[in-house]
């Protein structure tokens, strides 16, 4: 399977615990954007990366949350002291520019479901 | 600032069409669509750049309106399949005039729900 891998599928932590969530993205892309998805909404933006630097973050990504992608291959995204609010689905999606647009579509994993009891 | 979509909900009979609207507050570069089937991951369905353009895929279409700033797709002849939450994603002017590289604000969504 060549496509975008998120693990684990499902996490249910209390609250005031460390979480961390991995992406594999389909190798050939250089880009690499993390997503937040509540129940009823559509995703919110997080974080993206191009190879290994991380370009913007959310004003959404508080301090808690930290996300890397060594070598500009997968990447985690780290949430710590977890908080109930913190629930929700954690999508991943990697894209790579179409020639002669500044734009490109993105290939979404199956997402990291978090539940903070 | 979140897109607007619209309807928020469509039921059809197989084969009926159906338009889905997306407008924005802001100019905008391009306009995303995605499909999501309940628990599954958003799939893309087409891009549309500033300049009006109609892409199209089988039976299912979208224009965009640049100076309007709003989106449409267009369902024809509508298949079980098509049943899910549709999503535009919108992507706006970056600094400098050049774009921000796939960060999409994305709509609250539009649930569609196709009966035999």
């Known amino acids: 399977d060549t496509g975008v891998s998120q693990n684990p599928r499902h996490k249910i932590t209390k609250r005031g615990q460390n979480v961390t969530f991995r992406c594999d993205p389909i190798s050939e892309h250089n880009r690499l954007y993390w997503y937040r998805q509540t129940l009823g909404q559509g995703p919110e933006f997080l974080t993206y990366f191009q190879n290994e630097a991380q370009l913007e973050k959310s004003r959404l990504l508080s301090d808690r949350f930290s996300a890397e992608r060594p070598k500009g291959s997968f990447s985690t995204l780290e949430i710590q002291r977890t908080e109930q609010g913190d629930s929700a689905m954690y999508l991943c999606?990697?894209?790579?520019?179409?020639?002669?647009?500044?734009?490109?579509?993105?290939?979404f994993g199956e997402g990291s479901r978090l539940t903070v009891l | 600032q979140q897109p607007v979509q619209s309807p928020q909900a469509v039921i059809l009979r197989e084969g009926e069409d159906a338009v889905i609207n997306c407008s924005s507050s802001?100019?905008?570069?391009?306009v995303h669509w995605y499909r999501q089937k309940h628990g599954e991951a958003p799939v893309f369905l087409m891009i549309?750049?500033?300049?009006?353009e109609q892409k199209g895929h089988e039976k299912i279409s979208a224009s965009f309106n640049e100076k309007k700033q709003q989106s449409s797709l267009y369902l024809t002849a509508s298949q079980l399949s098509y049943s899910g939450t549709y999503f535009c994603?919108?992507?706006?002017?970056?600094?400098?005039?050049?774009?921000?590289?796939?960060?999409?604000?994305f709509g609250q969504g539009t649930i569609l729900t196709v009966h035999p």
């Open positions: 994603g919108t992507e706006g002017p970056g600094r400098a005039g050049g774009t921000s590289y796939g960060k999409l604000t």
């Open positions: 999606a990697s894209s790579s520019r179409r020639p002669f647009q500044n734009t490109g579509e993105l290939f």
């Open positions: 802001k100019a905008l570069y391009s």
């Open positions: 549309l750049l500033k300049g009006g």
